[in-house]
């Protein structure tokens, strides 16, 4: 069973700065991870995802993850964040490529201060 | 380009009526489709999923029942609402590669 953790219920940045949103994954054969992102009242979209290759990858809205597996890691960082970029942010992990049990972390809450 | 529509976008409902969410994605021939519920709190949890017309898959009981009627169509529903249904009911499609869910704006309900 794969189980997926993100530790911070809420990260609070100024417009401009950096930010890092952590999640650790436990499984132990491959997996699929992926980001999703929620504004308020609405459904998630996709950001980015990884499976194998280059454990840096890039996704929409300069989002991007780097893949850990000696830390069981998929962190979502952004250089300079916007104040559009305030939302929930999930973690998902699958051991499967079919995503019939597609496993969400809790989630973390962005606040963007101006 | 695919879309995805959910219905109703909100509904307030009471106590042991019955309900019905609809789901319709365009322009995907044959997706996997899924029904998801966010409590207020924010976590997701899957309820049911379709591979293919007519076969649904449960994961969680959560007194709801799932069907789909057509290849394009998913509906959740239920004959007698309890309060715990309260909570956001997302629908969404993927693909058998590729582990990308795409959502709906999903269906807010209150039951009183």
């Known amino acids: 069973t794969q189980t997926v953790s993100q530790s911070d219920a809420h990260v609070t940045v100024f417009e401009g700065d950096s930010v890092e949103l952590r999640c650790n994954y436990s499984y132990g054969g491959s997996i699929y991870l992926s980001w999703y992102i929620q504004h308020h009242g609405r459904g998630l979209q996709f950001l980015l995802k990884?499976?194998?290759?280059?454990?840096v990858v890039q996704g929409v809205n300069g989002f991007e993850a780097e893949f850990s597996k000696s830390d069981s890691s998929f962190h979502l960082r952004k250089a300079s964040v916007h104040w559009s970029d305030s939302a929930v942010y999930f973690c998902?992990?699958?051991?499967?490529?079919?995503?019939?049990?597609?496993?969400f972390g809790k989630g973390t809450q962005l606040i963007i201060q101006p | 380009a695919q879309t995805i529509h959910q219905w109703p976008v909100a509904e307030i409902k009471a106590v042991g009526s019955p309900l019905s969410l609809g789901c319709t994605i365009k322009?995907?021939?044959?997706?996997?489709l899924y029904w998801y519920w966010q409590a207020t709190g924010g976590t997701l949890q899957q309820l049911f999923y379709?591979?293919?017309?007519?076969?649904v898959e449960s994961v969680v009981q959560l007194n709801l029942s799932a069907s789909r009627p057509k290849d394009d169509q998913f509906i959740l529903s239920t004959e007698k609402l309890l309060l715990s249904h309260s909570g956001f009911y997302l629908c969404?499609?993927?693909?058998?590669?590729?582990?990308?869910?795409?959502f709906g704006e999903g269906s807010r309900l209150i039951v009183v």
């Open positions: 990884y499976y194998s290759g280059n454990p």
């Open positions: 998902a992990v699958s051991h499967t490529g079919g995503a019939d049990r597609l496993t």
């Open positions: 322009g995907k021939s044959s997706p996997n």
């Open positions: 969404a499609w993927g693909q058998n590669s590729g582990n990308t869910l795409y």
């Open positions: 379709s591979i293919t017309v007519g076969q």
